[in-house]
């Protein structure tokens, strides 16, 4: 595959707004308020916050870098950069967590494809049971099976119409829509009744409650909103022109990804307290059992209102969680695509097949299937915890080792600086935080998770 044929990315916008696009996502409307809830609130988000900038950061950088610099799939990166070595298999650690997470993680987008349509068609309206409408709709066979199958094959069309077109055109109108209506139903849940306790929950740290695996819960979490570890950055930045800011691309990503993730927080909470039976650590019905009880309350003199904001709150999170899956299907598909010198078309489609069978799986762990567990974790529990709790961590880990002691650092300051023209000043601090802070916070997460 030569170098030329390679497509990019067209404007610097698009750059970070594809990034994060793939970054914001299910992981920050879903999965970080039910971590937060399951792990005691605002510890939790501090220990989050930390390892955003100490771990995801660089580790973000140094994805875009790799990719960039070998202009090649997230496995076959570390072939051109690292010929002969073992190096390959960091990749390839990517490209098979990649199956998993996009699996799973189309599940869960799925059930939001399901309440887009509960929701125009007015089914969320108040008087309704919204534990007992999520519960039956996850143990549904035929009908979270549908809905896997579905979002799988919208994701597969947008694959298939390529880098600029689909991903990059795509990301840049949802993204700006969805930022304004997360902002504007934050500013709706601060007048809830519970927000006062909702705040506390979140703003207010009890330290007693940071354990071994509240830690390795919250770098679990920042691993998998920012998209890091497992290649799927490396993909985006292999993409990349040669004038894109690496360092500044990783900080803006970073930075709105947080803003998403804890303004969904600042969301979901007060509206937790302000409905009586629902709890913070009610799991990953969470997000769906809120929401609607938010629509209705808050705009309960103007239903209207709330049918409106709740029918274009479900779409634009299906929105978000296809930007997120189009990147995960993009992992797999440009490695099969250039590893096995099949078209793009026909490796899109051994992707499509495969993570919709091993999807369906997923979903029917909440039904049929959920007596089927390994360690005590259904196959949708353990996808998730062996992807973002083992592989992504692992992944980062070996990528700061990859970039911080591997690679020659002339390589490391021409991709940063853009081969000079650009100066960067945190290179230093950078260099650092790959070489040991990194790996070593990493192993001793992991560590003390082993032995707690
Ligand atoms: N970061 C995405 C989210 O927050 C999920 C994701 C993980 C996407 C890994 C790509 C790779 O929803």
Redesign the pocket.
């Known amino acids: 595959m030569s170098k030329v044929e390679r497509a990019n990315f067209g404007s610097k916008l698009g750059v970070i707004l594809a990034s994060a696009g793939?970054?914001?996502?299910?992981?920050?409307i879903w999965?970080f308020p039910c971590e937060v809830g399951e792990n005691g609130g605002a510890a939790f988000m501090l220990v989050y916050l930390a390892c955003v900038i100490f771990l995801g950061v660089p580790v973000m950088t140094s994805e875009f870098l790799i990719g960039r610099r070998s202009r090649a799939n997230a496995a076959m990166a570390y072939n051109v950069l690292a010929p002969g070595s073992k190096w390959s298999f960091v990749g390839l650690m990517g490209v098979f967590a990649?199956f998993l997470?996009l699996s799973y993680?189309t599940v869960v987008a799925g059930w939001t494809l399901e309440y887009s349509v509960a929701a125009a068609s007015n089914k969320l309206s108040s008087g309704v049971d919204f534990v007992g409408f999520f519960n039956d709709f996850v143990a549904n066979p035929w009908k979270s099976s549908l809905y896997v199958v579905l979002f799988m094959v919208l994701t597969h069309l947008v694959i298939i119409r390529g880098v600029t077109d689909g991903i990059e055109r795509f990301s840049k109108i949802m993204m700006p829509v969805l930022l304004v209506i997360i902002i504007v139903l934050v500013f709706c849940s601060f007048f809830m009744p519970g927000a006062g306790a909702g705040l506390t929950f979140l703003l207010k740290p009890d330290f007693s409650k940071l354990t071994p695996e509240v830690a390795l819960n919250a770098m679990g979490q920042a691993f998998?909103?920012?998209?890091i570890g497992?290649g799927?950055l490396c993909t985006y930045g292999s993409y990349f022109s040669k004038d894109t800011n690496l360092m500044k691309t990783a900080g803006s990503v970073a930075f709105i990804?947080t803003m998403v993730a804890f303004m969904a927080g600042f969301i979901i909470f007060p509206a937790v307290y302000s409905v009586p039976g629902l709890s913070p650590d009610a799991g990953p019905g969470l997000v769906f059992v809120t929401m609607p009880n938010v629509f209705n309350m808050v705009f309960s003199g103007l239903p209207w209102l709330g049918y409106l904001f709740s029918v274009l709150f479900y779409v634009l999170l299906v929105l978000a969680?296809l930007t997120?899956t189009v990147?995960?299907h993009e992992v797999a598909t440009a490695y099969i695509h250039e590893r096995f010198n099949l078209s793009r078309k026909t490796g899109a489609y051994i992707v499509t097949v495969v993570c919709s069978v091993l999807g369906i799986l997923c979903a029917l762990s909440f039904g049929v299937l959920n007596g089927y567990r390994l360690f005590d974790m259904t196959v949708f529990d353990l996808f998730d915890f062996f992807s973002a709790k083992f592989l992504?961590p692992l992944g980062g880990m070996l990528i700061s080792i990859f970039t911080g002691w591997y690679l020659d650092k002339n390589i490391l300051k021409e991709e940063i600086t853009n081969g000079g023209s650009i100066k960067v000043r945190f290179f230093k601090i950078y260099v650092l935080l790959l070489k040991y802070f990194a790996p070593i916070a990493i192993g001793v997460i992991f560590i003390n998770e082993l032995f707690k």
């Open positions: 793939s970054a914001v996502g299910l992981g920050n999965r990649s997470i993680y998998f909103s920012l998209s497992m799927c990804d969680a997120s990147s995960l992504m």
